[in-house]
């Protein structure tokens, strides 16, 4: 079984600073997809950065990067230059192909981010 | 604009009680899913679907059954509620098939079992 695994339950950073979150996973599978989402307080679940698993380079979307490291199965977001819109809770997310071809879709703890001005 | 389309929003439910969680979605997706999320334990899938007619048992499947009728919509149902499904209940959609892409959530659905 696929496992997602955030070992930091909580975080705090001050404004304007950068902050990592972890994520590390469990997988036999070499074709998949990573991601990192966002929940703020209003519940909507937010697409932040995502990452295919082929892809050598480290995805970036503005403020967003990741550190994806496939042989150490880790999978780290960078959050630079934080904002206190980036407070949220923040989780990690793995998507496969299964036969039939669905795709499962399993998502780590999370891990609770606060920016402090 | 729609997107992915939970209803309702919130439900109390009294123990033994059934209910149906509506979803659906008109980004033309073939995969389905739906989660429950719980303080401090992430998001759980509890089934998911490829196309129509085609379910399958996910992390947490105990107590819930799943119908996707067609492409567009896929409902939860609990059939006799017990207050361990007191949760926030998000269904997403994503292109498939054989296609990787990033899932689509819905609002949630607050259900309260007293």
């Known amino acids: 079984a696929q496992t997602v695994t955030q070992s930091q339950p909580e975080m705090s950073v001050q404004e304007a600073e950068t902050v990592t979150l972890s994520c590390t996973y469990d997988?036999?599978?070499?074709?998949?997809?990573l991601f990192w989402y966002k929940q703020p307080p209003s519940r909507q679940m937010i697409l932040v950065i995502r990452?295919?698993?082929?892809?050598?380079q480290n995805a970036t979307e503005n403020r967003f990067s990741v550190n994806f490291q496939k042989a150490a199965k880790s999978f780290s977001l960078k959050i630079s230059d934080s904002q206190l819109g980036d407070t949220a809770m923040y989780f990690c997310?793995?998507?496969?192909?299964?036969?039939?071809?669905?795709?499962?879709?399993?998502f780590g703890k999370g891990t609770k981010l606060t920016v402090n001005p | 604009n729609a997107g992915v389309t939970q209803t309702p929003k919130f439900q109390v439910l009294k123990t033994g009680q059934s209910m149906t969680l509506q979803c659906a979605q008109d980004?033309?997706?073939?995969?389905m899913y739906w989660y429950r999320q719980d303080p401090g334990m992430g998001l759980r899938l509890i089934y998911y679907?490829?196309?129509?007619?085609?379910?399958d048992k996910g992390e947490v499947p105990n107590g819930y059954n799943v119908s996707r009728l067609n492409k567009r919509e896929f409902s939860l149902r609990l059939e006799s509620a017990a207050p361990s499904q007191t949760s926030v209940y998000f269904c997403?959609?994503?292109?498939?098939?054989?296609?990787?892409?990033?899932?689509?959530f819905g609002q949630g659905t607050r259900l309260t079992v007293v």
């Open positions: 997403a959609s994503s292109e498939g098939p054989y296609r990787l892409t990033e899932a689509f």
């Open positions: 997988t036999s599978e070499n074709n998949y997809y």
């Open positions: 990452q295919e698993a082929y892809k050598q």
């Open positions: 997310a793995f998507m496969k192909q299964v036969p039939g071809g669905s795709e499962k879709l399993v």
């Open positions: 980004m033309n997706h073939n995969s």
């Open positions: 679907s490829a196309s129509e007619g085609t379910t």
